[in-house]
């Protein structure tokens, strides 16, 4: 299976839509025998594939899937065999959010990378991990609150840009 685990998470939000291949491939703008192939794993899905099933599904899972497909893997994974009920995902963000702050107090960030020796360069390596790990979390968690109070996955960074550009953080 591919990096991104896109067939899997297509598969799975066909199973809890309650639709079939042909369906899933209408929503696609594809054949149904080829989603078939897909979800198997015999055939890779194509960019636009992914893209049109993750706008037109708007689902955090298939998103997820369909950016780490396309980056290589250079993506938050989607965590597939944890307990994502919202509440679970909050405690378990907060605890990486808590091990961010503990590691970011450690890390001499300041310092340069021709100023820091191999044990400084370990704390700033353990800061970057567990700042990975904080990211992931938080994503799980915002697909957690998008599925449950059926927010837009897609329109909440549509927002969330619109606000970075207002901000000017973005051109």
């Given amino acids: 299976m591919a990096i991104g ?3 899997s998470a297509l598969q799975d939000v066909i199973q809890r839509k309650g639709h ?4 899933a491939g209408r929503i696609a703008n594809v054949d149904g ?8 794993g015999s055939r890779k899905a194509s960019e636009p594939v ?9 689902d955090g899972q298939l998103f997820l899937a ?3 497909e396309v980056t290589g893997g250079a993506f938050t994974p ?7 009920h919202r509440a679970s995902v909050l405690f378990k963000t907060l605890e990486e959010m808590r091990e961010v702050l503990d590691a970011s107090g450690l890390a001499p960030i300041s310092k340069t990378n021709a100023q820091i020796n191999e044990s400084e360069r370990q704390q700033i390596k353990r800061l970057l991990m567990e700042t990975v790990e904080a990211i992931t979390a938080l994503t799980h968690l915002a697909a957690a609150i998008c599925k449950e109070y059926s927010f837009s996955w897609l329109e909440t960074w549509k927002e969330h840009r619109a606000e970075l550009k207002l901000k000017n953080y973005m051109k």
């Fill in 5 to 7: 685990h896109f067939s």
């Fill in 50 to 58: 992914m893209k049109a099933a993750a706008e037109k599904y708007d």
């Fill in 66 to 68: 369909a950016a780490a």
């Fill in 20 to 23: 079939t291949l042909a369906q």
């Fill in 33 to 40: 025998s080829l989603v078939g192939k897909i979800v198997k």
């Fill in 78 to 84: 989607w965590l597939d065999n944890v307990d994502l």
